[in-house]
């Protein structure tokens, strides 16, 4: 586990040396898949216009459509349950499916694994930093690290939130949420030290209404900006822009849900991998089991700025995001939890894979991940 | 058929009961006709051939090894959740709780297995400590829903509602909390059982036991509730409450008896989402298995054998819906609305009960 992590980190900080070398190095030389057409299944755990995670994966899927020798097959609204598991077989043995994405964080463990091992000729691929090289060779894992972008969205809000309070709708206290979390604050603090990231947790990934009463009772409570890591956002930057507050988007652009507040959004930029994916399976050569990566490489991107934001805040963000491009860290210590324990001593790469185990919010987030 | 028709007043009791039963089965198959034919009309409305819907059906439920297996797969939790709506619908209580004492029965059954599989215990004992403590979740998450209805004149329908709630919440405290793995840091899971301790698929099939569970209790049920005095019993009190009362029966026990059998039902049908697909509790459990139930035994009117093909029947459906969505382009959503057409006109069939002559005809009137 902990080699392949290493591993990958030099990949990444050798950065521009490009996708298609950055499986090289963990010894997975490309195999020419020769003629065979690709026929690509792709599994969504939610409706593919969800204005979230589904809507920005389904988009960038369209790239691989318009390769020749590929034929895409889609199937939404999969639980991450056993029905994963039967979708995917029925892609398999029904429509000869020989490459499956799964775009579902649980749709890995265990489902995927015991697939990649029942169907060793079908190639799998899934978006979420959990593939290591103990796992079936047939399957493998593409992620961007969002949290970059969350980082950028803490910049810009917090200079345009007249009070310095932040309210964030979060799903469940994991840690991808919990870095998203974590760098909106420090986003917001490297402009505004006093700025403070209220969380509260729903408990499930897609709940709308309790969305809504979080948000709601996150304006109560005086803040003045809302975000959110949900699936579908679209609940939350609605009910901000109706309260009057302004609002930082995620997974996908909610700029024209909120024409009054929106600031700016953190969003996925899955074409760049799609788009790789596509040249690949045109060439016939067989996909690397791990491509991950952020704004340095062109993976993640934050939504064209809104009404909401204010003429510093769009310099600030600007600048930031060319900071993160040039590898600027997140995360520099020493940090604290707003337990007060000391959880980051030194200076983090921001790819150091340390941060995917994040258990903790940072001083200055208001909430508790129990 | 004429002769007998007009000839037979009261003469062959073994026609009029062919002819009641003739009825049972002819009212819901002409329901699901008439839905069909009704979906045809809603899919030639979005420009879609009515006969490729129906033949990717068959493709993806039955037509290869591959599509059986997965319908039965499918089949296997809806069997035992139909089930749990079945029985106690016999005693006239409309229970919809099957969802959460699947949830908690899945969840009994994982967390008694931690400490069992940790000190490296019998797999038998294992397992059979497992089904018990999954069966008596179940059980007792209906009994209390049963014992409201009895003692406070509570309404089972809504008790067993909000009991769900408060089943997967139960699970989401102990899972996300104490009995939480470390190592499931994404999805917070008890701690796997292991494949040692898992229940096994059926010989040359994919397809697990929960299936063959699903098939004898099906059984055992039909005979308990048509076949034996406390079936009868139960079925008295479900037409009349008070005649039952009235005639001395125990109606408190029968219907805390019958919604034992549901919850236990249930919570069998989470044992076997955790020991033979899941591995370990998570949030994965909650996966409308016992909601649908509601809808296999409606169009099963209650009967614990039609449950069996009522819920191939919907499983079939769910495996094809996938099929249909990738080859017709249609929403996920379309299977949904077949689901919820047949149950719309299914109740609405049940007022032709007792009302097509043919199948009155000899019965005495």
Redesign the interface.
């Known amino acids: 586990m902990l080699e392949t992590k290493i591993s990958r980190r030099s990949i990444l900080k050798s950065g521009a040396a490009g996708f298609a070398a950055a499986a090289l190095p963990l010894g997975f030389a490309t195999r020419a898949m020769a003629q065979t057409p690709v026929i690509l ?1 792709v599994v969504y755990v939610g ?1 593919r216009d969800d204005f979230g995670w589904n809507q920005a994966q389904s988009v960038a899927i369209e790239v691989l459509k318009t390769v020749p020798n590929v034929t895409v ?11 994963v598991t ?2 995917m ?3 398999i ?3 000869g499916a020989n490459l499956i994405l799964g775009t579902s ?2 749709y890995f ?2 489902f995927m694994i015991d697939l990649a091992k029942k169907y060793p000729d079908v190639q799998f691929r899934h978006a ?1 930093p ?1 593939w290591n090289d103990t796992m079936p060779m047939n399957l493998g894992s593409y992620f961007a690290y969002l949290n970059q972008a969350h980082y950028v969205n803490g910049v810009a809000a917090g200079l345009s939130s007249p009070t310095g309070k932040l309210g964030f709708v979060a799903a ?1 206290p ?3 949420v919990l870095s998203n979390i974590n760098s909106f604050l420090l986003g917001a603090r490297s402009v505004n030290p006093a700025a403070t990231v209220q969380v509260i947790f729903t ?1 499930e990934w897609s709940m709308p209404v309790r969305e809504a009463e979080a948000a709601n009772a996150l304006v109560d409570a005086g803040c003045d900006v809302l975000t959110c890591h949900v699936d579908g956002p679209k609940v939350v930057i609605e009910t901000a822009e109706s309260r009057g507050v302004k609002c930082c988007g995620h997974n996908a652009d909610q700029g024209p849900l909120a024409p009054n507040g929106f600031i700016t959004g953190a969003e996925y930029k899955w074409v760049t991998i799609y788009s790789m994916f596509a040249d690949m399976l045109a060439k016939g050569e067989t996909l690397p089991n791990v491509v991950v990566g952020g704004y340095h490489n062109d993976m993640v991107q934050n939504s064209a700025y809104g009404a909401g934001a204010t003429p510093e805040a769009i310099a600030a963000a600007d600048a930031a995001i060319a900071a993160l491009k040039g590898g600027m860290p997140i995360y520099v210590g020493p940090l604290k939890d707003n337990q007060g324990n000391l959880v980051i001593e030194g200076t983090m790469d921001n790819y150091d894979p340390v941060l995917d ?1 994040m ?1 903790y919010l940072l001083e200055g987030v208001i909430g508790s991940t ?1 | 058929m004429a002769d007998i028709t007009t000839g037979s007043f009261g003469g062959g009791a073994s026609t009029v009961r062919l002819r009641a039963a003739l009825e049972k089965i002819a009212i819901p198959v002409g329901a699901l006709i008439v839905s069909a034919l009704l979906f045809s009309v809603f899919l030639l409305a979005l420009g879609k051939n009515p006969l490729t819907f129906y033949a990717l059906i068959w ?2 439920g039955f037509a ?1 090894s ?2 059986i297996q ?1 319908t039965l ?2 089949a296997a939790p809806l069997i035992l959740t139909g089930l749990a709506f079945a029985v106690p619908a016999t005693i006239g209580l409309t229970m919809i709780g099957a969802e959460g004492a699947l949830v908690l029965g899945g969840f009994a059954a994982a967390a008694i297995a931690v400490p069992l599989v940790g000190a490296e215990a019998p797999v038998a004992l294992t397992m059979l400590i497992m089904v018990a403590f999954a069966m008596a979740a179940g059980a007792m998450l209906t009994m209390i829903a049963g014992w409201l209805r009895h003692a406070r004149g509570v309404n089972e329908t809504i008790s067993t509602l909000l009991l769900t709630y408060i089943a997967i919440a139960t699970m ?1 405290f102990f899972v ?2 104490m009995l939480r793995d470390p190592n499931s ?4 899971s008890t701690v796997p059982i292991g494949d040692a301790y898992k229940v096994g698929t059926i010989p040359g099939t994919d397809v697990h036991w929960g299936l063959a569970a699903g098939l004898v209790l099906a059984v055992l049920l039909y005979f308990l509730m048509y076949r034996t005095t406390f079936g009868f019993a139960a079925r008295v009190t479900g037409g009349n409450p008070r005649a039952a009362l009235a005639q001395g029966l125990p109606v408190g026990k029968l219907i805390l008896t019958c919604a034992a059998i549901s919850g236990a039902c249930a919570g069998l049908a989470g044992y076997y ?1 955790v020991a033979a ?3 370990q509790a998570n ?2 459990l909650v ?2 298995y016992g909601f649908t139930g509601i809808l296999v035994a409606f169009l099963a009117r209650q009967n614990p054998l039609a449950v069996v093909p009522v819920a191939i029947l919907f499983g079939a459906l ?2 094809s819906g ?2 249909i ?2 080859r017709m382009d249609l ?3 379309t299977i949904q609305v077949l689901q919820g057409l047949i149950f719309v006109v299914l109740l609405a069939s049940e007022t032709l009960t007792g009302r097509i002559r043919f199948f009155q005809a000899g019965a005495g009137k």
């Open positions: 299944g409706p097959i889609e199937e939404e609204n999969v639980p991450e349950t056993d029905a039967q979708s077989e029925s892609m043995n029904l429509d964080f649980g463990d265990p979420a959990l469940k994991i840690p991808t408990g185990g258990s129990t | 493709q993806g290869s591959f599509s997965n797969q499918r989401n996300e909390g840091a994404n999805k917070p989402e697909i899941h591995g949030a994965s996966a409308g769910d495996a996938g099929l969505q990738r929403p996920d959503a």
